[in-house]
């Protein structure tokens, strides 16, 4: 498996692990208060868009030449940076 493989591979897991863990609050979501409730949802609006953000660069990544590769990880360390702090800081608040 390539340098390149693995890569992908452990930002997928990674990926897949906050997706799994934001599952997990929208479920707590749904018992909160209704006046929380209205807030979760927002929030976690929110923390899906840039689910589907990282994801997406993800597959770009998947895609990318060996000329593009470098700046391709890049983008992608700073979107899952960025959904990861999202959810650490959604999941300190609630």
């Given at each position: 498996m390539s340098t390149?493989?693995?890569?992908?591979?452990?930002?997928?897991?990674?990926?897949d692990e906050l997706n799994l863990k934001m599952e997990k609050l929208e479920v707590k979501a749904k018992e909160a208060k209704e006046d929380a409730r209205d807030k979760y949802k927002e929030e976690m609006a929110k923390l899906h868009q840039q689910s589907r953000l990282a994801i997406s660069k993800l597959d770009e990544l998947k895609a990318a030449t060996e000329t593009s590769w470098e700046a391709m990880v890049a983008e992608m360390e700073k979107v899952r940076d960025a959904f990861t702090s999202s959810f650490h800081y959604f999941k300190s608040k609630f």
């Amino acid at each position: 498996m390539s340098t390149r493989d693995v890569y992908i591979a452990k930002m997928k897991i990674q990926l897949d692990e906050l997706n799994l863990k934001m599952e997990k609050l929208e479920v707590k979501a749904k018992e909160a208060k209704e006046d929380a409730r209205d807030k979760y949802k927002e929030e976690m609006a929110k923390l899906h868009q840039q689910s589907r953000l990282a994801i997406s660069k993800l597959d770009e990544l998947k895609a990318a030449t060996e000329t593009s590769w470098e700046a391709m990880v890049a983008e992608m360390e700073k979107v899952r940076d960025a959904f990861t702090s999202s959810f650490h800081y959604f999941k300190s608040k609630f």
